[in-house]
C-alpha cells in the first residue's frame, strides 16, 4: 500500500481545528448516547485491562478472526473490543464511543500500551487521544478498505489523522485471517458437499439461489450464512415468497440431505467450523465493485473450492492464497459452482506466520503514567488529610495482646492486594488467626463475630473475612481490633495476622507490612484526587514493602520506594469453585461467559480470564463490597464476590493463589518474621 506523505503544518493546523469541533459536536451528541440503551454500554461503566495490556480493536466479526489470530501473541495480554451495534461478536468487549469525556477517560484508566487497529477502522478521536498520552497506535491486517480509502481521500485530514500511525498492511505480512484459528462447532455439521453462501448481502442469495437451480440434479444441499443476521427474517419472507422451503439452522437438527430445501445459517461465530466438508463455497460481496468482496479466508483455511464474482479488490491476499472459480456475472454463477464441486478438495491449511510477521512489525508498548482520576478535588486534599490524621491519631501505647501480630495493610484504600498477603502469611503459619473489621458486612449481629473453618458462621463476617474463613483459616470479625484480637488469643490464637492494619495503630505489633500494587501503587493520587490514604513518606514505617503484580512503571515507582525488605508476587489462577466443589482449572465455564465483580479493580479478574483463554461477552460491574443482584448460574465470579453467595451457589467463582518471585518462601522474609516473632513460615528453606 502507498504510505501517505506527512502533514504540513497546514495540515496540522486544520486537524486540531477539526478535532476541536469534533470536541463540541461530541459534547452535544454525549447526552443522547448516554441514554441510548445499546450507546450506553460504550459509554458508561467500561471495563478496562491492566496497565500497558495491547488494546486490539476490529469493529466487527469479520475482523475478529484477525484479532484471534494476534491476540495470543501479546505479552504481556491483549484486550479486544468490539464497536458494532448491530452484529454480536463473541469474546470481543464493549469499546468506548470515539466521544471527548469518553475516550480520554477510558484511557486514562486502562493505560493501554498501545492501540491495534485491526483493517479499515480509524476512529479519529481515539487516535487523538492515544497520540496526546504517547500511546502508540498501528493499524494491522491493512487492506484498501472503503475507510482506509475514504480517510486516504481526505487530503489534509487524512494526513493529520494518519501521522505517527504504522500501517502493517497484507501487502508485506499476508492476511491475518488465514492464521486465525477454527471456530469450535456447537450445533450439527452440515451434510458433505454442501455449497454454503458466506456473508451474503441482498442481491447474493438470489443470484446463488438462481445457479443453484441450474445445477444438474441431485442437486447439493444449499445453506446461506448472510453478513448482517438481522436480515435473516427478510431474506426468510423473501425465500418463502418465492416457493422455496427454508429452514432456520438455530431450529435444530441436521441439514437437508437433498436438495429440496435451503438452511439459513442464523447463528452466529460458526462459519469457519460449518465448512468443514463442505462442496464449495460462494463469497458475498464479489458482485459489487464498491464493496470488493468479503474475505474467503474461512474456506481457504477450510481446503474448500471458492467460487466469486469479478471483485476482490478488498481482501486480495486471502483470494490470492488458494485457487478459485470466478464468475464474470451472476449467469456465469452456475458454471463457476459446477467447476467448483467437480474439482479435488484442497486440504486444510495450516495457519500462515502473517501473525508472527504482523507481531515482528508492532512498535513496542508505552509506559502510560497514571492520571489522578478527580484532579478538581485537589483543593480538598489537606482537609482530608487532617480529618483522616485526627481519626488515626493515637497517643496512647498500642496495645499488646500477649501473642506476636503482623500487620498486613496498604497505602491506598481498595485494592492493594492486603486480604490475599493476610490469606497467605496465615497459611503458613501455624496458629494463626486473620482479625479484620469485617468491612460492609451485615448490620445485625454482635460486635464481635469468630469465624471458624468448616462451621458457617451465624452473623455475616464480611466478603474478605468469609472467603479466608472458607479456605481454612480462623477469622475475628470485628470493627474494633484490639478486642477482635483479644477473642481470637482467648480462642486460641497464637499468632494474629491484621488484615487492613496499617493505619490501625491502636493494636501493637511485631511485624509491618505495606502492600502495594505495581500498576497503581499511588492509587492516582492522594484522597479524594485518588485513592492514597497517606503520604510516600508513609511507607517509612514498614517493615516490609510487599509489591503485588506486575509494576507498569519500575523507574517511577523505584523513586518512591525506602530501602526495605521488598516481596514481589503476583496472583495466579489456581482453581475454579462451582456448587461448593472444586473444579480443575481446565474446565470452563458454559459460554458465552458474563463476569460479574463487585471489586475496587475488577481488571484482575478479567485479565485472568482472558489469560486462560476464556471469551467475555459481557461484564456486570459495580463498587467495592457492592451487593451483585440478579445473577445466573454459570456466571464466572471473583472468589471475593462469591463468598458473599452461599457455598453450594451455581456460580464459578475463580480462585488465586500467590506466586512469589523469590519462591514457595522467600528466604528473606522467613528470616525476618522469626526474628521479629520467633515463628517458622512453613515451606521456609
Known amino acids: 500500500m ?52 495491547t488494546w486490539i480493536h476490529g469493529d466487527s466479526a469479520g475482523e475478529h478472526r484477525a484479532v484471534r489470530a494476534l491476540a495470543p501473541l501479546l505479552v504481556p495480554g491483549a484486550w479486544p473490543t468490539r464497536a458494532s451495534l448491530r452484529t454480536p461478536v463473541p469474546g470481543a468487549l464493549p469499546a468506548p464511543l470515539d466521544l471527548p469525556f469518553v475516550v480520554g477517560r477510558w484511557l486514562d484508566r486502562a493505560r493501554p500500551g498501545r492501540l491495534v487497529l485491526v483493517e479499515g477502522g480509524l476512529w479519529p478521536g481515539w487516535i487523538a487521544a492515544c497520540r496526546a498520552r504517547g500511546i502508540p497506535v498501528v493499524l494491522v491486517n491493512a487492506r484498501p478498505s472503503r475507510g482506509l480509502q475514504r480517510w486516504r481521500r481526505a487530503g489534509p485530514l487524512g494526513r493529520w489523522l494518519l501521522a505517527g500511525v504504522r500501517v502493517v498492511s497484507q501487502d508485506a505480512v499476508g492476511d491475518l485471517k488465514l492464521a486465525a484459528p477454527p471456530p469450535r462447532l456447537q450445533g450439527p455439521p452440515l451434510p458433505p458437499g454442501a455449497v454454503v453462501g458466506c456473508s451474503t448481502r441482498a442481491g447474493d442469495e438470489a443470484a446463488l439461489l438462481a445457479a443453484w437451480h441450474r445445477l444438474p440434479a441431485p442437486r447439493p444441499p444449499l445453506a446461506l450464512a448472510p453478513r448482517r443476521l438481522s436480515r435473516v427474517p427478510a431474506l426468510i419472507d ?81 483470494f490470492a492464497a488458494a485457487p478459485t472459480h470466478p464468475a464474470a456475472t451472476p449467469a456465469a454463477l452456475a458454471p463457476a459452482l459446477a467447476a467448483a464441486l467437480a ?61 506476636p501480630v503482623i500487620s498486613v495493610g496498604g497505602l491506598t484504600a481498595g485494592g492493594s492486594g ?72 482467648a480462642a486460641g490464637a497464637q499468632v494474629i495476622v491484621l488484615d487492613d492494619g496499617f493505619q490501625h495503630r491502636r493494636l501493637a505489633r511485631s511485624l509491618d507490612i505495606c502492600c502495594l500494587d505495581g500498576r497503581w501503587p499511588g492509587g492516582g493520587g492522594p484522597l479524594p484526587v485518588g485513592t492514597r490514604r497517606e503520604p510516600w513518606s508513609g511507607l517509612g514505617r514498614a517493615d516490609v514493602l510487599w509489591i503485588h503484580n506486575r509494576v507498569a512503571d519500575p523507574a517511577a515507582l523505584a523513586r518512591r520506594l525506602p530501602d526495605r525488605l521488598r516481596v514481589h508476587s503476583r496472583p495466579r489462577p489456581d482453581h475454579w469453585r462451582v456448587g461448593g466443589a472444586v473444579v480443575p482449572l481446565g474446565a470452563r465455564p458454559p459460554a458465552p461467559v458474563t463476569v460479574a465483580a463487585g471489586l475496587a479493580r475488577p481488571e484482575g479478574l478479567l485479565c485472568a480470564l482472558l489469560g486462560l483463554g476464556i471469551l467475555i461477552d459481557d461484564t456486570v460491574l459495580v463498587g467495592d463490597h457492592r451487593p451483585l443482584q440478579g445473577l445466573r ?23 488465586m493463589a500467590l506466586e512469589l518471585d523469590e519462591g514457595p518462601v522467600p528466604p528473606a522474609l522467613a528470616r525476618l518474621v522469626q526474628a521479629r516473632t520467633g515463628l517458622r513460615l512453613q515451606g521456609a528453606p
Request: contains cysteine; proline residues 15%.
Open 2 to 53: 502507498r504510505p501517505l506523505p506527512p502533514p504540513s503544518p497546514a495540515d496540522r493546523l486544520l486537524g486540531a481545528l477539526a478535532f476541536a469541533l469534533w470536541r463540541m459536536l461530541g459534547a452535544l451528541v454525549l447526552p443522547v448516547a448516554l441514554l441510548h440503551p445499546r450507546l450506553r454500554r460504550h459509554t458508561w461503566g467500561l471495563p478496562v485491562p491492566e496497565p500497558g495490556w
Open 238 to 318: 423473501e425465500l418463502s415468497a418465492a416457493g422455496v422451503r427454508v429452514r432456520r439452522r438455530s431450529a435444530g437438527g441436521d441439514a437437508p440431505a437433498s436438495g429440496d430445501d435451503i438452511v439459513i445459517i442464523d447463528t452466529f461465530g460458526e462459519l469457519g467450523a460449518l465448512l468443514d466438508g463442505a462442496g464449495a463455497a460462494f463469497i458475498g460481496g464479489t458482485f459489487s465493485p464498491a464493496l470488493g468482496g468479503h474475505s474467503p479466508a474461512e474456506a481457504v483455511r477450510a481446503g474448500v473450492p471458492v467460487v466469486h464474482g469479478p471483485h476482490t479488490q478488498a481482501n486480495p491476499a486471502a
Open 343 to 403: 474439482a479435488p478438495r484442497g486440504r486444510p491449511l495450516p495457519g500462515p506466520d502473517s501473525a508472527r510477521h504482523t507481531l515482528l512489525r508492532l512498535p513496542p508498548p508505552a509506559v502510560v503514567p497514571a492520571r489522578a482520576p478527580r484532579p478538581w478535588l485537589r483543593p480538598l486534599v489537606p482537609l482530608v488529610r487532617a480529618v483522616a490524621a485526627r481519626g488515626r491519631g493515637w497517643s496512647g501505647r498500642p496495645v499488646a495482646v500477649g501473642v
Open 418 to 489: 492486603k486480604t490475599p498477603v493476610a490469606a497467605w502469611l496465615a497459611a503458613h503459619l501455624p496458629g494463626a488467626w486473620v482479625v479484620g473489621r469485617g468491612h460492609r458486612r451485615p448490620a445485625a449481629g454482635p460486635e464481635l463475630r469468630l469465624g471458624w473453618p468448616g462451621r458457617p458462621p451465624v452473623h455475616g463476617l464480611g466478603d474478605e473475612l468469609e472467603m479466608i474463613r472458607r479456605r481454612g483459616i480462623p477469622v475475628v470479625s470485628g470493627p474494633d481490633r484490639v478486642a477482635a484480637a483479644e477473642a481470637a488469643v
Open 633 to 655: 448460574p454459570g456466571w464466572v465470579l471473583s472468589e471475593k464476590d462469591a463468598a458473599r453467595l452461599p457455598p453450594g451457589a451455581p456460580q464459578w467463582a475463580l480462585c
